[in-house]
Nanobody, 116 residues
Framework: QVQPVESGGGLVQAGGSLRLSCAASTSFFRLSVMGWYRQAPGKQRELVASITSGGSTNYADSVKGRFTISRDNAKKMVYLQMNTLKPEDTAVYYC??????????WGQGTQVTVSS
């Protein structure tokens, strides 16, 4: 299995923006539907956005219109542009396939903290 490497998190005020990156070095990347997940303290991990190999996207209702997922198949990278951040977006963010399968383990994630 491959462990993705997430980066780009940080502390930001409400209304601010962050761009997360995920390096997913595997020959299966190009064929995989990739997703960004998040886990807030005391809550279950949830899928917030996904993107197919061809670039079709889906978003959770809670982030629709604020977050944008993208990918670069040549670089084997997935990105999450997060705008108009809210305190309820505070969580550890992870990338993985959608659905989660045998290709990737869970990475360390990247912490996003939004202050009010």
């Amino acid at each position: 299995q491959v462990q993705p490497v997430e980066s780009g998190g940080g502390l930001v005020q409400a209304g601010g923006s962050l761009r997360l990156s995920c390096a997913a070095s595997t020959s299966f990347f190009r064929l995989s539907v990739m997703g960004w997940y998040r886990q807030a303290p005391g809550k279950q991990r949830e899928l917030v956005a996904s993107i197919t190999s061809g670039g079709s996207t889906n978003y959770a209702d809670s982030v629709k219109g604020r977050f944008t997922i993208s990918r670069d198949n040549a670089k084997k990278m997935v990105y999450l542009q997060m705008n108009t951040l809210k305190p309820e977006d505070t969580a550890v963010y992870y990338c993985n396939t959608n659905p989660v399968g045998p290709i990737f383990t869970w990475g360390q994630g990247t912490q996003v903290t939004v202050s009010s």
